[in-house]
């Protein structure tokens, strides 16, 4: 319950009429709502106060001058003000009526919504289409009113919004307009106004998302995954730890088929994993998993952390050794040297001689995300010689059935014929 302690004189308030706390306060965006307020206190109290400039505005409410202006813009269309231009004088200097209130949600429905529906401009029309596909619902004209100004405002691209509605919807699984707008105003703040500034920025601002996109792109795909694909590709990324390089070489390869899809790509994926899977388990030195290697390494050494550079010669001693080997290279080293704390540097000096030292830089970490094209090459050079190989089986094949195809000789050629024929017509 809200209610005044007491009257107060007229000469002391300013009326404001109840059809804008009623019809046009709800919609109002908030960031235009205290200069539309404070000037139209100004308007009311004139003779007062006396006029005041749109800098005097903006420095009463502490807030840049293009903020008054865009709220002038903004409020005009809404139909709530008219600016007065003076002649012969700068765009940005005029004077402002205010108009009834009674008149504003007759203007913004035609203002808005008209514009939304006119074919006038079909690029904005079929964004909002987009975006209406993507959030599941109709935007109304309060909706389309936020968006618009954020446009105008910024000089947005198109596809940038449409783009920041499928990211606040992968994200939170709603895209709430506000949530959108706070979104767009970020990514303002990064530079982020054209297709172009979103392709360089993504991933940036958040690699998994980006990363579905681009797969998806690929296939001609301009939307939000399904639940599926995101399980698909979480596994190359995660479980198989395939860098975007390797799928996007896997992508090349399903496009070549007649029609590409997501299910094959999948599957080329699957098989360069278990080639690669095979081949590495041919080639490792120790069956167990690297953190399981470097946890008891660690433990032994009673080392809780190591820097980048230990944690590549671990990774090359891992590939290269079994554990029981390098266990013992531990008691040696502490049994017949009188270092008091060993390290990973000094295990790998007597293990190595220091030959590979100078290489270790060239070192890939065992991790999650990593196998790289160079890590796949030995499985492409695979791959292909068993295609050539089943393509010159299948020739081979064809070329000895056209061999063993029993040749006829004219007599029995002709009785073969005949034979199949009713020879009463004749």
């Known amino acids: 319950m809200v209610f005044l302690s007491n009257k107060i004189e007229a000469k002391s308030y300013t009326h404001i009429h109840n059809i804008f706390f009623e019809q046009i306060l709800p919609y109002i965006d908030s960031k235009y709502l205290k200069i539309y307020m404070y000037s139209y206190y100004l308007a009311s109290n004139i003779e007062y106060i006396g006029a005041k400039s749109n800098e005097d505005i903006a420095l009463s409410l502490n807030i840049d001058i293009t903020e008054v202006l865009s709220a002038f813009d903004y409020l ?9 231009y003076i002649e012969n004088s700068s765009s940005d200097n005029y004077s402002i009526e205010f108009l009834p209130v009674n008149q504003y949600k007759q203007s913004q429905d035609i203002s808005y919504e008209q514009e939304y529906l006119s074919n006038k401009n079909e690029n904005l029309r079929s964004m909002y289409d987009k975006i209406e596909e993507i959030i599941k619902t109709h935007l109304n004209a309060n909706d389309i009113r936020k968006i618009d100004t954020v446009i ?33 105003k970020s990514w303002i703040a990064d530079g982020i106004s054209t297709s172009n500034d979103l392709e360089n920025n993504l991933f940036n601002i958040n690699e998994r998302y980006a990363t579905y996109r681009k797969i998806l792109k690929y296939f001609g795909e301009y939307r939000l995954p399904t639940k599926p694909e995101i399980k698909t590709m979480n596994k190359w990324l995660d479980e198989y730890c395939f860098s975007i390089e390797v799928i996007e070489k896997a992508i090349d390869e399903t496009l070549k088929i007649k029609s590409p899809n997501f299910k094959y790509l999948d599957k080329v994926l699957d098989n360069w994993y278990n080639s690669y899977t095979e081949n ?22 009673q080392i809780s952390r190591i820097d980048t550079n230990n944690e590549k010669m671990l990774s090359f001693l891992y590939k290269n050794y079994p554990l029981s080997t390098i266990l013992s290279a531990i008691k040696y080293l502490s049994k017949t040297t009188k270092i008091s704390n060993i390290s990973i540097d000094h295990i790998f000096d007597f293990i190595t001689s220091s030959a590979n030292k100078s290489n270790i830089n060239d070192e890939t970490v065992v991790s999650f995300g990593n196998i790289t094209i160079d890590d796949m090459k030995d499985i492409f050079v695979q791959n292909k010689k068993i295609i050539q190989e089943k393509i010159k089986e299948k020739q081979t094949n064809r070329t000895t059935s056209y061999v063993q195809t029993p040749s006829l000789t004219g007599d029995e050629l002709e009785k073969f014929i005949l034979s199949k024929n009713d020879l009463d017509e004749f």
């Open 76 to 84: 005009e269309k809404c139909n709530l003000i008219r600016k007065h």
């Open 280 to 301: 590495k388990n041919k080639n490792k030195a120790n069956d167990m998993q690297y953190h399981v290697f470097k946890g008891q390494i660690l433990d032994f050494l």
């Open 152 to 184: 105008k405002n910024n000089d947005l691209a198109y596809d940038v919004v449409i783009e920041a509605f499928k990211f606040v919807y992968y994200n939170k699984k709603s895209a709430n307009i506000i949530e959108v707008v706070n979104t767009l």
